[in-house]
């Protein structure tokens, strides 16, 4: 089986090492074409105003069975791989991770690794985001070995087009395969006291360092944001229909707009 990796902490990132040696190790014929830098929430953003190029890795440091790095974000990777270098062959599944930090509740909108996923999933292949909640200490081993352990079973069983699943490994989950506990769990909701730091360049010009802290928003226990601090891997089915049905249900029978005949 051929797997796609992308990410977006870059082609030279640990976690996407670890991540490739696991799943060749597991048998997979794996591929990678990611960002040949640092692309950390860039969300789902597409380079439509400035060339992409694209450079084939001959020694990236990690098993592989070819590698490419791509001056563009996460989503511009997964594209140009199944567009163009894949699409005569597509992949089986496409992996973006292991990530550094978090992807939690609706952080996912500002994530690179889960718009890279997503890219796959559009395209009607089963694909995973994986990440590390510990940003300091990653223990991107940890998730790789549970990612590759679980493609064919956890992961892959009767995924529909157009779902995608958000892995989420805490920093407390010890060094223990594919057997680590886990949880099914829906996305909570990620808030920040946003912090805007305002400085001086020598010239006297202004800038801003934009940072903020997260607040604790969910208590029920099926939530992303409150398995991973119980020391759960959380798996969250992740689908793009964003349509509010029942108000749309409500405004139909409201009396108003166009009714279709």
Known sequence: MKILVSND???HAEGLASLCNCLTEAGFQVFVCAPDRERSAASHALTMYSPLRLIEVEN???DAFRAWSADGTPADCVKIALELLMKADPPDYVISGVNRGP???TDILYSGTVAAAAEGCF???PSIAVSC???RNPNYQTASKFVSG???DIFMNELPCGTMLNVNVPADSQEQGSGMPYMFTRAGTMKYVDIFDIRHDPRGREY???SGNPMDMDTEADYDTVAVKKGLISITP????VTDYALLTKLRNSGGGHRLL
């Open 103 to 105: 992807n939690l509740g």
């Open 150 to 152: 679980h493609i064919t």
């Open 238 to 241: 992740i689908k793009f229909d």
């Open 123 to 125: 395209a009607g292949i």
């Open 208 to 210: 801003i360092w934009m």
């Open 9 to 11: 902490d870059g082609i």
């Open 133 to 135: 909640t510990d940003k």
């Open 60 to 62: 990236p440091g990690f």
